[in-house]
């Protein structure tokens, strides 16, 4: 195995448990929304992922959030989507993103432009997820494309792919495939359900799967019990506990409050599943929740490693 070429990369491999959280680049070509975001997570996540075109809307580059997310010493994941672009604007993101301080990889296919603003758009899809992971591999292992054109100073990123663990007729292969082809962590879709979320842990640790690649697992406080309703009705992979959703509706005018106990109390639970590696907190535009959410959950200070 290779060095670590990342800060998360090296934090998960010394066993600890580590926390992530995001920056949406706005819909703007304005960086202070990015300054500000990343501001107010320094200190409290180890990493921060850059989100592509999220809702397939267009946003602010992932790449150019990187440099500023990297600039306020956070570490930058740089997510990419190969919806919208062929394998030569993923190879020239992959490197950019890395000159510019990205040391993370998440490979998404993207959300389906009909969800998006730009319905009429054409989606790329030259390589899939697959491919987009085998050219990071290749880049990382090699320091060549897969066409075999070497790269000087090629980028070394630590990959990941996302994962939604309570999907109905959940498949792990479709997971362990994505692991063949060079990926090395998951993230997950959010999780309310821990019951559900331990029985899916506990199947792919008969498949060997927490041996080969480190679990994050995507948690969200929520603020009210209308916002529960949504998510459970209408994210793909969310289940909100009906007692969840209760105790929201109960406190009223304090849910938010309510909320991110829960969200503390969840994290607690995962960090008690063997093969979870850490959380991905999203706040949602409220930067000041996931860090209550963080000092909350008793996982400050944060480490420090060094990468190579």
Not at 92 to 108: F, S, V
Not at 282 to 287: A, K, P, S, V, W
């Amino acid at each position: 195995m290779s060095a670590p070429t990342s800060r998360l990369e090296a934090l998960v491999r010394s066993r600890r448990f580590v926390v992530t959280s995001e920056v949406v680049p706005p819909r703007s070509a304005d960086l202070a929304s990015v300054e500000r975001q990343a501001r107010e997570l320094v200190g409290y996540a180890d990493a921060v992922n850059l989100t592509d075109n999220p809702t397939a809307s267009a946003h602010m580059s992932p790449v150019a959030g990187a440099a500023v997310v990297a600039r306020s010493g956070l570490e930058p994941t740089l997510q990419l989507t190969v919806r919208d672009r062929n394998r030569l604007a993923l190879a020239a993101d992959l490197m950019g993103g890395w000159a510019l301080g990205a040391r993370n990889l998440l490979a998404l296919t993207g959300d389906p432009l009909s969800a998006g603003d730009h319905p009429e758009a054409a989606a790329v899809n030259d390589l899939d997820t697959l491919g987009l992971i085998g050219l990071a591999r290749s880049l990382r292992e090699e320091g060549r494309l897969p066409n075999g054109t070497e790269i000087s100073e090629p980028p070394r990123f630590f990959v990941g792919v996302a994962d939604t663990p309570l999907v109905e007729r959940y498949d792990p292969a479709r997971l362990e495939v994505k692991l063949d082809a060079g990926a090395a962590f998951v993230m997950t879709q959010i999780a309310y359900d821990v019951d559900r979320l331990a029985t899916w842990a506990t199947r792919l640790r008969e498949r060997g799967v927490m041996e080969r690649a480190w679990v994050i697992v995507g948690v969200a406080p929520l603020r009210s019990a209308r916002q529960a309703r949504y998510m459970n009705d209408h994210l793909p992979g969310v289940t909100v506990p009906a007692e969840t959703i209760g105790a929201l509706e109960e406190a009223g005018p304090d849910a938010e409050r309510v909320g991110t106990a829960q969200c503390v109390q969840i994290i607690g639970r995962l960090r008690e599943i063997p093969g979870v590696a850490g959380v991905h907190v999203m706040g949602m535009g409220r930067e000041e929740v996931v860090r209550h959410v963080i000092e909350g959950a008793g996982l400050l200070p944060r480490p420090i490693v060094e990468a190579t």
